[in-house]
């Protein structure tokens, strides 16, 4: 028996190979097939068997292109409605694979057709259950992503969540290992911690989801206080994970084209393209394309444009580092960012060859901004509102990142401000967005709330 987790650290999202005796099974794919294919060919075993643990929101999985390629299944839960045909497994409906079996553990609540699936040994243990969203490390799945589509409320959906838990989870034994499809960073829970997988019995020490004390009008004030509001992009890889998309290496073929800076300039012209800068925060800020948005390829980058430009259609053209080019756009695609127009070849010093403009973004270091903060120094933080509650600068204006656009009326247009976020990243996208605007009178500070606590500036809680 094998089971390997891989996890997409940009996605926070594990997928999972499992194998026995020459059969496989993967779980929750992503959208480049070909990991799955090789570990298979490899180890001179066929995939079996592709199970989803439901429609997901966050990322374009792989199942229609993996199950095309291998000619297994595509197994959903109970509840799944598809254009295209799947097997719809039954409630504690078994799977053999080898010397294992999988069993079908429909847990709606998350999602209407969210669905679990035990792991058995060939003498009957229980191994592992691979959760999906359904249930975290430290967290449970967010109920208020497809409460419309299931014509419930997201308190209907809490309480499902909860029954699904207290009823298919909770009686499994502590020893069973719990695989969920994501780790900490992940838009699809509130607070999910940092381990990728534990024990059941270990997390029912650490997890408000499985507090036996917890009764269901608790565990839905829980697990409802202080949901965010979901990225603009999820009901669009909904659409693409239920109806269908394009094959990896079309996008690929169509999307990876090098443009001089002449035909790149022409581009950028036109409406609604969006030049989109992966370099790092430091590099950005010292030199950009005047109207350009940062969002580092070395951070959460593909949710982060999901969150940011929204639309997936939308046409991009791309800053990246030298041979980073393949790699963002498949990170691009993983989420459904499928229009990329092409990338400036010889990145700046092409666009700068002919005496083209370049814009900056003014920064300072934590301890200088020390010295200038007064009572009527104007701060702009841009992480959630959990880590703002948890400790601030006084006086700071707190504006999430992903609602930073919904609330532009509230910055300071006129005088000289200050942004930050945890470490210097999203603050850097958000400083951006605002130079995009024409707003020039922001200061971004160097490494962000970390380095502002580690310079001795005071905080508030």
């Not at 948005?293 to 791309?318: M, Q």
Request: hydrophobic share 35%; with cysteine.
């Amino acid at each position: 028996m094998k089971i390997k987790q891989i996890y997409t650290k940009c996605l926070s999202q594990s997928t999972y190979y499992i194998e026995s005796k020459g059969e496989v099974a993967i779980i929750d794919p992503l959208r480049e097939i070909d990991p799955y294919l090789k570990l298979a060919e490899e180890n001179n075993a066929k995939i079996k068997y592709i199970f989803e643990t439901h429609i997901h929101a966050d990322f374009v999985s792989g199942h229609l292109t993996l199950s095309k390629a291998t000619g297994a299944p595509i197994i959903f839960g109970p509840k799944t409605i598809t254009s295209y045909p799947i097997s719809v497994g039954k409630d504690f409906q078994e799977f053999k694979l080898g010397a294992l079996t999988f069993v079908v553990l429909y847990t709606p609540g998350h999602t209407l057709e969210s669905t679990s699936y035990l792991l058995k040994d060939d003498l009957g243990n229980e191994i592992a259950v691979f959760t999906g969203d359904t249930l975290f490390m430290g967290d449970a799945g967010r109920p208020d992503l497809a409460h419309k589509r299931s014509g419930m409320t997201i308190n209907d959906m809490a309480g499902m969540l909860y029954d699904s838990i207290r009823k298919k989870i909770m009686p499994l034994s502590d020893d069973v290992i719990i695989y969920p499809a994501h780790g900490a960073g992940s838009a699809c829970g509130k607070n999910i911690s940092a381990e990728t997988f534990d024990t059941l019995g270990s997390q029912k020490s650490k997890n408000y989801a499985l507090n036996k004390s917890l009764n269901k009008e608790e565990f839905i004030n829980e697990l409802t206080e202080g949901l965010e509001n979901p990225p603009a992009y999820f009901p669009m890889n909904v659409k693409m994970n239920q109806e269908g998309y394009d094959h990896i290496d079309n996008v690929l073929r169509k999307n990876l084209n090098p443009l001089d800076s002449d035909k790149f300039e022409k581009l950028a012209n036109q409406s609604g393209v969006l030049i989109l800068d992966v370099r790092n925060q430091i590099q950005f800020a010292e030199e950009h394309i005047p109207g350009s948005i940062f969002i580092g390829i070395d951070g959460g980058f593909a949710p982060w444009v999901g969150a940011i430009v929204g639309d997936v259609k939308r046409p991009i053209l791309l800053i990246t580092p030298k041979g980073k080019e393949e790699e963002t756009i498949t990170r691009l695609a993983r989420v459904g960012f499928d229009n990329t127009l092409g990338f400036l070849e010889g990145g700046l010093s092409s666009w700068k060859a002919e005496g083209r403009h370049t814009d900056s973004i003014t920064t300072i270091e934590a301890s200088n901004f020390g010295k200038k903060i007064g009572d009527d120094t104007r701060i702009i933080d841009v992480r959630k509102n959990l880590e703002f509650k948890n400790g601030h600068l006084k006086n700071a204006l707190n504006i999430p990142l992903d609602q930073l656009s919904d609330n532009f009326d509230k910055i300071p247009l006129e005088g000289d401000f200050f942004v930050h976020c945890a470490g210097g990243y999203r603050s850097m996208i958000a400083s951006s967005i605002l130079k995009s605007r024409g707003v020039n009178s922001m200061t971004d500070i160097i490494g962000g709330f970390s380095a502002i606590k580690s310079s001795g500036i005071p905080i508030e809680v």
